[in-house]
């Protein structure tokens, strides 16, 4: 007998990268069920000051809302600290064209949250563990991808595990992905988003901003304490004159760049940068195997849409292998797989085709374009039903969505 058969493990579904939506789809495939195994490289941050702000928040839609309550998580996601927001201001640093949008036009308490992403990790990851049915193994990593009659993976450790099929969710430079042989298409937006938590003199009023300049958007999103997260995307070259100032400086900065919106910047935290790019997936499935998140698809940040995308994902997936195994189809089958792939890539197409317009059109300073894009904004924001569509489409309260990411009746 081998050291490989001596160490093999059988799952139904293997989930490689235990970040925000790969615990989301284990979580709604063990509740249905299936045995999973999580592979992670490192365990969430467990504890953090409580007056610490994470660098990197998401922007969760009600659809994404809907998904994490189904999953039993959003109500310690409360304890923890989540930021609702009930408008949405964005305007054209190079004119006059500006649009708000207001839950209160469409009677809704909100129009979403911002949320600390190890808050929304956190929460999920000890979900998983207190789901039978699943298996965690942290520190894991990959270090071969088998995709023949009997997909698996094996480990650094040597441990060879099998499955069903196996889930890449592991980031935008997914290493399954990789192994697979599956190609992307996409390009670096020459850009890098600076992210920090600062308090601004004024208080936000549970507003989101949005500041478009020719280098990129400034964003200010509202955290609950009367703080703002900040993303601002701009040049490489300014990025790095930006991070190497001290304070003060990088404060006054700000405070110009964003026109003076919540007054002087009083203090900025700790900043980090990152390189901004779009990235899609030329497919997301191969028999055994299927990307979901980050893997997939890689979006500039400006809408905040990511991580969204990457719920809807999850929930799509893990609707198509519950309804395979309902009726005895095999859940690793192509086309098993096709339904997932035939209703998350035209959508995901579709969303970042439509930001990277929108980048592309606010991000210069032709003088036709930009009377046009100011112009849009304004008769968008003079709409009336036509602006409602767009926001009520945004925050996942219309269209075609999978169950998971549906409100449910208290009993169901």
Not at 23 to 37: D, I, K, P, R, Y
Not at 57 to 68: G, H, K, N
Not at 115 to 137: A, C, D, K, M, Y
Not at 303 to 310: P, S
Request: glycine residues 10%; hydrophobic residues 40%; negative net charge.
């Amino acid at each position: 007998m081998t050291d490989r058969e001596t160490t093999l493990e059988y799952f139904d579904i293997i989930v490689v990268g235990g970040g925000m939506v790969g615990s989301a789809l284990a979580c709604a495939t063990a509740e249905a069920g299936f045995n999973v195994c999580v592979l992670e490289m490192r365990e969430p941050q467990q504890n953090w000051p409580k007056d610490e702000v994470d660098l990197r928040v998401s922007a969760l839609t009600r659809a994404s809302q809907c998904v994490l309550e189904n999953l039993g998580v959003w109500e310690q996601m409360q304890a923890l600290r989540i930021s609702p927001y009930t408008d949405m201001e964005v305007w054209d640093a190079g004119g006059s064209g500006r649009i708000h949008f207001s839950a209160a036009e469409l009677g809704e308490v909100n129009l979403g949250h911002i949320v600390e992403n190890r808050v929304t990790q956190l929460t999920l990851w000890q979900r998983l563990e207190s789901l039978q049915g699943v298996t965690l193994r942290c520190p894991a990593r990959v270090t071969q991808l088998l995709l023949d009659d009997k997909p698996g993976v094996i480990l650094d450790d040597g441990t060879h595990l099998q499955a069903r099929l196996i889930v890449a969710a592991d980031g935008r430079d997914s290493q399954i992905r990789e192994m697979a042989g599956i190609g992307t298409k996409g390009w670096d937006y020459d850009q890098h988003a600076i992210v920090a938590t600062i308090t601004p003199q004024q208080h936000h009023g549970y507003t989101a901003r949005q500041r478009f300049m020719k280098t990129g958007p400034l964003a200010f999103l509202p955290i609950d304490d009367g703080r703002c997260s900040i993303v601002w995307s701009t040049s490489p070259q300014e990025a790095e004159a930006l991070m190497a100032m001290d304070d003060k400086a990088f404060s006054h900065a700000l405070t110009l760049a964003s026109d003076h919106m919540l007054g002087e910047i009083d203090a900025v935290g700790p900043r980090g940068v990152f390189p901004l790019r779009l990235g899609h997936a030329e497919i997301y499935i191969r028999p055994g195997l299927a990307l979901i998140g980050d893997a997939a698809h890689a979006i500039h940040p400006l809408a905040g849409q990511g991580v969204n995308l990457g719920f809807l994902d999850a929930a799509t997936l893990a609707e198509t292998v519950i309804d395979a195994k309902s009726i005895g189809r095999p859940i690793g089958a192509f086309a098993t797989l096709r339904r997932y792939e035939r209703t998350r890539k035209g959508a995901n197409m579709g969303m970042l085709a439509a930001m990277d317009a929108f980048k592309r059109t606010f991000s210069n300073e032709i003088p036709p374009l930009q009377m046009i894009r100011n112009l849009g904004l304004t008769l968008a924001d003079r709409s009336g039903p036509l602006k409602h569509l767009m926001v009520r489409r945004a925050m996942g309260l219309s269209g075609e969505l999978p169950d998971l990411a549906r409100h449910r009746p208290v009993g169901n």
